[in-house]
């Protein structure tokens, strides 16, 4: 097994150049101790990032720095300035560090992920409802020219105990991977062990879905770049509002994800849908928010994708208890819902309000994608009072309409999180 991983990752380095993802755990240890003995020529260098979360962190980043030196390998190390709180914003702050070296140094990013990780981030995709390219997982890519390779995800952690423990290597544990709070650790240890007794064959199962779905997505993508006449302009993507109607409502479902992809926009099934409303039934001139700060616009026959206009969300706060816009002033209490003036709201996305503007969209619980004006309109609200009258939006997306309407995502759901928050016309 020694020979075999050093070779198999030799095999997927050849004739690239890499920079080497290594957190100081034993996989990440383990796949630089690979590609320092047989494929050094590959390497840019390492790249390690301090999540600032404690002493285990420090002496992770510290590890692999002077591992690195003794391997005679660069090593780049970055802290974050203030640790994050969850698994998304580490992530985040990790991704953004290592995507920053790969351009300086025109390289690839090389991760340690295995097969193992595979198999638990499909069944968590497969959980959450995810469509074929979420579904591909961390098999996205890994045999293309794409910025991330992961060379060890054909072998199993055990695989990579019996290398790393062959070789001698240091590591330093994560404490937080046993932490119950996090979804990816109860997969992990309890779910999926579960799931396999019951089940044998399921990860074997699991394994073949993800490929199933990186197949297609692949496909996909080849539709995209020769069907579709994609057109970049500053960073937006452009797509003919006619190339798309040829399409169904189950091929638009899987073209919008890859095409936002290349905005930088990830939708999930919501935002799939509403693309997809948008796409066959908007005027020339609308818009219509998506998450992480992007918007669709609908413009002289081209759909496009872009980040959401800087003064577009201008007057916007966050919303908490006390605000006011307005003659409207809301307050957070953990009451019963019993109007439209009151909404449970998803705790754990950014929430804010403002003035509602003109060409504003929102997606009524039960119901298609509609214009916040028509909507005002139908609830009686006269024109002169339209102007001033808030929209609560979490993240991107309009939630709510205080004395309106709200979306599915401002309504009681079982098992998640929600802040119950309370809307009161103070201009009367």
Same mark, same amino acid.
């Given at each position: &097994?020694?020979?075999?991983?050093?070779?198999?990752?030799?095999?997927?380095?050849?004739?690239?150049?890499?920079?080497?993802?290594?957190?100081?755990?034993?996989?990440?240890? *383990?796949? &630089?101790?690979?590609?320092?003995?047989?494929?050094?020529?590959?390497?840019?260098?390492?790249?390690? $990032?301090?999540?600032?979360?404690?002493?285990?962190?420090?002496?992770?980043? #510290?590890?692999?720095?002077?591992?690195?030196?003794?391997?005679?390998?660069? #090593?780049?190390?970055?802290?974050?300035?203030?640790?994050?709180?969850?698994?998304?914003? /580490?992530?985040?702050?990790? =991704? *953004? $560090?290592?995507?920053?070296?790969?351009?300086?140094?025109?390289?690839?990013? #090389?991760?340690?992920?295995?097969?193992?990780?595979?198999?638990?981030?499909?069944?968590?995709?497969? &959980?959450?409802? #995810?469509?074929?390219?979420?579904?591909?997982?961390?098999?996205?890519?890994?045999?293309?020219?794409?910025?991330?390779?992961?060379?060890?995800?054909?072998?199993?952690?055990?695989?990579?105990?019996?290398?790393?423990?062959?070789?001698?290597?240091? /590591?330093?544990?994560?404490?937080?991977?046993?932490?119950?709070?996090?979804?990816?650790?109860?997969?992990?240890?309890?779910?999926?062990?579960?799931?396999?007794?019951?089940?044998?064959?399921?990860?074997?199962?699991?394994?073949?879905?993800?490929?199933?779905?990186?197949?297609?997505?692949?496909?996909?993508?080849?539709?995209?770049?020769?069907?579709?006449?994609?057109?970049?302009?500053?960073?937006?993507?452009?797509?003919?509002?006619?190339?798309?109607?040829?399409?169904?409502?189950?091929?638009?479902?899987?073209? =919008?994800?890859?095409?936002?992809?290349?905005?930088?926009?990830?939708?999930?099934?919501?935002?799939?849908?509403?693309?997809?409303?948008?796409?066959?039934?908007? %005027?020339?001139?609308?818009?219509?928010?998506?998450?992480?700060?992007?918007?669709?616009?609908?413009?002289?026959?081209?759909? @496009?994708?872009? %980040?959401?206009?800087?003064?577009?969300?201008?007057?916007?706060?966050?919303?908490?208890?006390?605000?006011?816009?307005?003659?409207?002033?809301?307050?957070?209490?953990?009451?019963?819902? !019993?109007?439209?003036?009151?909404?449970?709201?998803?705790?754990?996305?950014?929430?804010? !309000?403002?003035?509602?503007?003109?060409?504003?969209?929102?997606?009524?619980?039960?119901?298609?994608?509609?214009?916040?004006?028509?909507?005002?309109?139908?609830?009686? !609200?006269?024109?002169?009072?339209?102007?001033?009258?808030?929209?609560?939006?979490?993240?991107?997306? @309009?939630? /709510? @309409?205080?004395?309106?309407?709200?979306?599915?995502?401002?309504?009681?759901? *079982?098992?998640?999180?929600?802040?119950?928050?309370?809307?009161?016309?103070?201009?009367?």
């Amino acid at each position: &097994m020694h020979d075999s991983l050093a070779e198999l990752v030799a095999r997927q380095l050849r004739g690239r150049r890499v920079v080497l993802a290594v957190s100081g755990g034993r996989d990440s240890m *383990s796949l &630089m101790h690979a590609a320092a003995s047989r494929a050094r020529e590959s390497i840019a260098c390492v790249a390690s $990032f301090d999540h600032a979360t404690g002493l285990h962190s420090a002496r992770a980043a #510290a590890l692999v720095a002077r591992v690195a030196g003794e391997l005679g390998l660069e #090593a780049i190390t970055a802290r974050a300035s203030t640790p994050g709180r969850t698994e998304a914003e /580490w992530r985040a702050q990790r =991704w *953004s $560090f290592l995507r920053c070296v790969a351009r300086e140094r025109c390289a690839q990013v #090389a991760t340690a992920h295995t097969r193992d990780d595979q198999i638990e981030t499909v069944l968590m995709r497969t &959980m959450r409802g #995810a469509g074929a390219r979420g579904l591909a997982a961390l098999e996205s890519g890994a045999a293309s020219q794409g910025p991330i390779l992961r060379p060890l995800l054909t072998l199993g952690r055990a695989e990579i105990a019996a290398y790393a423990a062959r070789a001698k290597l240091e /590591w330093v544990d994560d404490p937080s991977n046993s932490r119950a709070d996090h979804l990816r650790n109860r997969i992990r240890h309890d779910l999926l062990p579960a799931l396999a007794r019951a089940r044998p064959s399921l990860p074997g199962e699991l394994l073949s879905i993800g490929a199933r779905a990186a197949t297609l997505r692949a496909a996909v993508e080849r539709v995209v770049d020769r069907e579709l006449g994609i057109e970049r302009r500053d960073g937006a993507i452009l797509v003919a509002r006619e190339m798309m109607l040829r399409y169904d409502a189950k091929g638009l479902a899987l073209l =919008w994800p890859a095409i936002a992809a290349r905005a930088g926009a990830t939708l999930d099934r919501r935002g799939t849908d509403r693309l997809i409303a948008f796409t066959t039934g908007v %005027k020339r001139g609308a818009r219509m928010q998506l998450s992480g700060g992007f918007e669709a616009v609908s413009h002289r026959g081209a759909l @496009i994708v872009r %980040k959401a206009v800087s003064n577009a969300p201008s007057g916007a706060l966050g919303l908490s208890a006390g605000v006011q816009v307005g003659g409207f002033r809301f307050d957070a209490r953990d009451e019963d819902v !019993v109007s439209l003036w009151s909404a449970k709201l998803p705790a754990g996305k950014t929430l804010t !309000v403002r003035a509602w503007h003109p060409g504003d969209r929102m997606v009524p619980a039960g119901g298609d994608a509609r214009r916040v004006k028509g909507l005002l309109r139908d609830a009686g !609200v006269d024109a002169a009072s339209r102007g001033a009258w808030p929209v609560v939006l979490a993240d991107d997306e @309009i939630v /709510w @309409i205080p004395g309106v309407r709200r979306s599915s995502a401002a309504s009681a759901r *079982s098992g998640r999180p929600v802040v119950t928050y309370h809307c009161e016309r103070i201009d009367r």
